[in-house]
């Protein structure tokens, strides 16, 4: 099953896309931390992506949409995939189709402007493997250490108040209209987004199967 996760910057669709995958099998991809692991070895797709990155901004479509070709075309990614943050315009989404990838479902984690605004300053980033936790609805069993690795967690640069509002706007400007474009296709599925990370799972894994 291919699926993609959409949903504002913070809604959760990372998060969700590690318990899914976890549960399905398949790996979640997420453009997000290959873009960040890029920016840390200085690639050449890297150094384009750096500054959009900082400034809460989409790094342009034909860098990252290299990138993603790239990993789909990876041997674990034959029998199924997450998408997590990607696409995120719709020329991004027509790039899919143009690749031939059957796309199953669209999950969109749906949460209000106001509840993002107010968790973000409690996420926390992986240096290591990309993890993600927050400080409160999701905190490392050792403070400021991954459970899963054991390297630094830290808090992203660009979940500072300034850029999580410019990363709202971009949302809303250009990754929104693929609600409705995946909407005609009859893909879209919507969950509500909850406090508590494991109701939301509850509800992603009851939409994956239809129920
Ligand atoms: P979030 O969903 O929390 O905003 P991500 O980790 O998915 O965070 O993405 C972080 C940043 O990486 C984005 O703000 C953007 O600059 C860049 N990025 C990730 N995926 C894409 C994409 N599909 N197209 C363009 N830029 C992207
Ligand atoms: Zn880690």
Do not use: W
């Given at each position: 099953m291919?699926m ?12 969700q ?12 991809i997420?453009?997000g ?6 920016v ?9 992506a750096?500054?959009y ?9 034909e860098v990252?949409?290299g990138?993603?070709?790239d ?6 990614a ?25 796309i ?7 949460v ?6 107010a968790?973000?300053?409690?996420r926390r980033?992986?240096?290591g493997?990309?993890n ?12 400021g250490?991954c ?12 979940d ?11 949302y ?12 005609k ?13 494991s ?8 939409a994956?199967?239809g129920?």
């Amino acid at each position: 099953m291919n699926m993609i996760f959409l949903g504002a910057p913070g809604a959760g669709k990372g998060t969700q896309a590690e318990v899914v995958c976890k549960e399905l099998n398949i790996p979640a991809i997420s453009t997000g931390n290959m873009l960040r692991e890029a920016v840390k070895n200085s690639t050449e797709a890297g150094l384009k992506a750096k500054s959009y990155m900082d400034a809460g901004e989409l790094v342009p479509d034909e860098v990252v949409i290299g990138i993603l070709k790239d990993r789909i075309a990876q041997p674990d990614a034959q029998n199924g995939f997450i998408l997590d943050g990607f696409p995120r315009t719709v020329q991004q989404a027509e790039a899919l189709e143009s690749m031939g990838v059957e796309i199953d479902k669209v999950i969109e984690i749906d949460v209000p402007d106001d509840a993002i605004i107010a968790r973000m300053s409690g996420r926390r980033v992986c240096e290591g493997c990309g993890n993600s936790y927050h400080i409160e609805y999701k905190p490392t069993k050792v403070e400021g250490i991954c459970d899963a690795c054991g390297a630094k967690v830290v808090q992203r640069i660009d979940d500072k108040p300034e850029t999580v509002l410019a990363r709202l706007k971009t949302y809303h400007e250009k990754t929104a209209p693929l609600k409705d474009y995946y909407e005609k296709r009859g893909k879209l599925v919507t969950v509500k987004g909850q406090n508590e990370i494991s109701e939301t799972s509850r509800l992603t894994l009851a939409a994956i199967k239809g129920e």
